[in-house]
């Protein structure tokens, strides 16, 4: 086999290092609360990004430069790409990647047929995986390209394309079993509307329910045992996605009986999409039991669209970390680099560059959540705001003792509520500072 890459194996060098081509901060193997850093961050690449990104953007055709495609449609680029793929996560050291099953094959002028050219690729990777040990993080199904999704996929007008849809999806579950994917996505791209005129939101989001209950089924009769993940996104391309946030999606996956079978995979672009930041949907998803998997990524504040940068901000990955800490960690999920080079950055060498400063970016994000942990100042400070929820009135209260007429009751006796306490905001601020 060939060598696409002319770079060697990615190290750990450590803080000092000057080589743009090593790790300053994540070294695999060391421990941080108890766990390597391999284990906790299960840093995976995204298949369509890194190996199928073009370069192209709404005014311009693509300026990435691979040498290794010949950009056609054909089965041997495909599998050609495979390879390259595989080199270039083992050279970095990335233990999952991602794809959607349109990424890796080309689509034929059937089902039938795209299903046999993914059949001849998805054995090549299988033996890839068996070769270096890299592993699925999950599967998906790309239902937001092809014309034929124009109205959606799961919530069409068309009962047909919703057929179809099934029938990728089947094939789509299939293969994550096959290649033993830790989790399988469900990202609705063209499930929403973009006007209302045209939509019955109440029949879309039914449709959607009875076809995600379908997907359990059918999982459930192969024995495909991974989790299903949501991803929420507010928009684009669609003007509303119904997955809007996390609080959205949990309501929806209630309403349709699904909340055991799925969790969330939160990203950070759509997260402030949605007007929310990331520390906010996974807090929103930790509480409730549903944080799974996230899409490490960033927007940018002065672009109003899903950039999907790479993550090199430290507060942003010490946020994300400290809060997933919090929730026990992310396992089977991981931290998952749906993230671009920019079209400027159109060598092979600038995907190296990209990943690293990720993976360093997450890597220091996770020593210093683990230091606020160890340290326990923010933690102390903020069971103390809530004091008077562990005794007394604030307890009963708690333990569903009082009601409106007794409350009313002892606040009458008492006459004046305790004095409020600062909330600390600019203090707390300054503390967070203190480890970056
Ligand atoms: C698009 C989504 C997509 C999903 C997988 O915005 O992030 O890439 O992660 O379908
Ligand atoms: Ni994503
Ligand atoms: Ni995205």
Not at 234 to 244: A, L, V
């Amino acid at each position: 086999m060939p060598d696409y890459f002319d770079v060697p194996a990615i190290a750990y060098e450590g803080p000092d290092s000057k080589n743009p081509l090593a790790f300053r901060w994540y070294n695999p193997d060391e421990i941080v609360e108890g766990k390597s850093m391999r284990e906790h961050l299960r840093f995976s690449v995204v298949y369509w990004h890194t190996f199928r990104g073009t370069g192209s953007d709404p005014f311009g055709v693509g300026t990435a430069h691979r040498p290794w495609d010949d950009g056609s449609d054909s089965l041997d680029n495909a599998v050609r790409r495979v390879h390259v793929a595989f080199e270039f996560m083992e050279k970095l050291g990335a233990p999952f990647y991602a794809f959607h099953d349109r990424d890796v094959a080309p689509e034929g002028a059937t089902l039938a047929e795209s299903n046999k050219n993914l059949d001849a690729v998805v054995k090549v990777l299988k033996e890839e995986q068996q070769r270096t040990g890299i592993q699925l993080l999950w599967g998906t199904q790309n239902m937001f390209s092809h014309p034929r999704y124009m109205h959606g996929a799961a919530t069409t007008c068309n009962a047909d394309v919703f057929a179809y849809a099934a029938a990728q999806v089947k094939k789509a579950l299939e293969v994550s079993l096959e290649l033993g994917a830790a989790g399988h996505v469900f990202w609705g791209g063209r499930e929403g509307y973009q006007n209302l005129y045209n939509t019955n939101m109440k029949r879309e989001i039914d449709n959607l329910g009875r076809f995600l209950n379908m997907a359990v089924d059918y999982a459930d009769k192969i024995g495909y045992k991974g989790v299903f993940y949501i991803e929420p996104k507010p928009k684009e391309p669609t003007k509303h996605q119904y997955d809007s946030d996390a609080a959205a999606c949990i309501n929806f996956l209630r309403a349709y009986n699904l909340t055991d079978r799925f969790k969330l995979n939160i990203e950070t672009n759509h997260a402030t999409l949605a007007g929310h930041t990331m520390m906010h949907e996974l807090e929103y998803a930790g509480m409730q039991g549903m944080l799974g998997s996230i899409d490490a990524n960033t927007g940018d504040m002065l672009l109003g669209w899903d950039t999907d940068q790479f993550p090199t901000d430290i507060y942003l990955t010490a946020q994300t970390m400290l809060t997933i800490l919090k929730y026990g960690g992310l396992a089977p999920g991981g931290v998952n680099f749906d993230a671009k080079v920019r079209r400027e950055s159109f060598e092979p060498i600038d995907l190296f560059h990209a990943h690293i400063g990720g993976m360093d970016a997450f890597a220091r994000g996770l020593k210093i959540a683990a230091a606020i942990r160890a340290d326990g100042e923010l933690d102390r400070l903020l069971q103390e705001r809530y004091a008077s929820w562990d005794s007394g009135i604030g307890q009963e209260i708690s333990a569903g003792k009082q009601s409106f007429e007794s409350l009313e009751q002892y606040i009458m006796a008492k006459g004046n509520p305790a004095p409020n306490v600062s909330g600390r905001q600019e203090m707390l601020e300054n503390l967070i500072n203190r480890y970056l």
